[in-house]
């Protein structure tokens, strides 16, 4: 897959001090790629006309299809990638809604990059912002400094240079001024939904665990975390007397491969769920993916009932009626 001199429709040139002539590893290949294409196919589902790009469960067919893209080349010289369209429409064709969208994602991470205080462009909104600074993630190591996107979908290519100083700017505009905001970082471990709204738990290396309750906007960021270790960051609810923190409405959650191997007691035994999440599991698949078994002996919940010896009768009855039930189970 040797560069060669063909202009490719979108290169993607990463420098820095680490950089190895034509080598990138595979680890870092495969989540720039991914990272790409949630940022794209986010832009894809605003400027299709969604409230919001956050959205559960896998994109539409019709949104990923057009702005699908394939790896073509890697530059002998630094690491320059070369991507090409996985579907072409016909010259003929004026329409491009999937170009459009890659343009309009291009364009957009360039105005984020260079200006805080600006509105969102077109085809931005709080997803889409999550994912190009995940994109951005390699500049906070020691071995990039820079990835310059180039879109070469006209007579003049657009360019657009992503740095440490452009990945500061996105951030701030996630984590947007709050009072008392903090980051704590640790594993997540639980979703749950009760009344108040959808809440985790982060349990940090070091103290209790904290609540974190996030909007519905995060609900997508938030799961694929889950098991994690991860950066949260919001407005903290401390208790005046100790200063500890009680609870945190997460404007912002990060994950930390660089600690992915602390806290791993803290990881549940049973089986990992389904690759599609948002299936509907049953109660025997959820059991299985939280390490319980089924239960085969009453005595376990029962205990010693209290009161009279009537009752006794009452817990041999349902000795009888689990013992039935097992057996045509078997």
């Known amino acids: 897959m040797a560069g060669s001199n063909v202009t490719h429709l979108l290169t993607i040139k990463l420098d820095g001090p680490k950089i190895k002539p034509g080598r990138i590893p595979l680890s870092d290949l495969v989540a720039l ?5 949630k940022a794209i196919e986010r832009s894809a589902m ?13 994109r539409a067919k019709k949104l990923r299809e057009p702005c699908a893209l394939d790896l073509v080349s890697i ?12 579907t072409k429409l016909p010259e003929f064709d004026e329409t491009d809604p999937g170009l459009q969208v890659i343009e309009k994602s291009i364009q957009g991470l360039n105005k984020v990059v260079s200006d ?15 994912a190009w600074r995940d994109v951005g993630k ?34 701030k505009r996630i984590r947007k001024p709050v009072t008392n905001q903090r980051t704590i970082e640790g594993r997540l471990l639980m979703a749950d939904f009760k009344e108040e709204g959808p809440r985790i738990r982060v349990h940090p290396s070091i103290g209790k665990p904290v609540i974190c309750y996030f909007k519905d906007s995060l609900r997508e960021e938030v799961y694929e975390n889950i098991l994690h270790f991860v950066e949260v960051t919001g407005e903290a ?12 409405k997460i404007s912002d959650v990060n994950r930390l491969e660089s600690k992915e191997d602390e806290l791993t007691d803290k990881l549940p035994s049973g089986s990992p769920l389904q690759e599609g999440f948002w299936s509907e599991l049953s109660l025997e698949e959820l059991a299985e993916a939280q390490g319980v078994k089924r239960l085969t002996n009453i ?8 009161g009279d010896e009537n009752e006794g009768d009452i817990a041999e009855e349902i000795r009888k009626w689990r013992a ?3 057996h045509e189970v078997r």
């Not at 605003?46 to 896998?58: D, T």
């Open 138 to 171: 390699p500049l906070l190591s020691k071995r990039i400094t820079k990835m310059e996107f180039t879109l070469n979908h006209q007579r003049t290519p657009l360019t657009v240079t992503y740095n440490k100083t452009g990945f500061n700017r996105i951030q």
């Open 33 to 37: 790629g991914d990272r790409l294409m």
């Open 237 to 248: 609810n401390i208790n005046p007397q100790t200063g500890e923190i009680i609870s945190i």
């Open 46 to 58: 605003i400027l299709g006309g969604k409230a919001v790009s956050l959205k559960r469960g896998r």
């Open 116 to 130: 805080v205080e600006k509105p969102l462009p077109p085809g931005f909104d709080e997803g889409v912002l999550l």
């Open 75 to 86: 530059g002998r010289g630094s690491v320059t990638l070369g991507f090409e369209r996985t």
């Open 299 to 306: 005595e376990e919940i029962l205990g010693k009932w209290p």
């Open 324 to 326: 039935e039930d097992l």
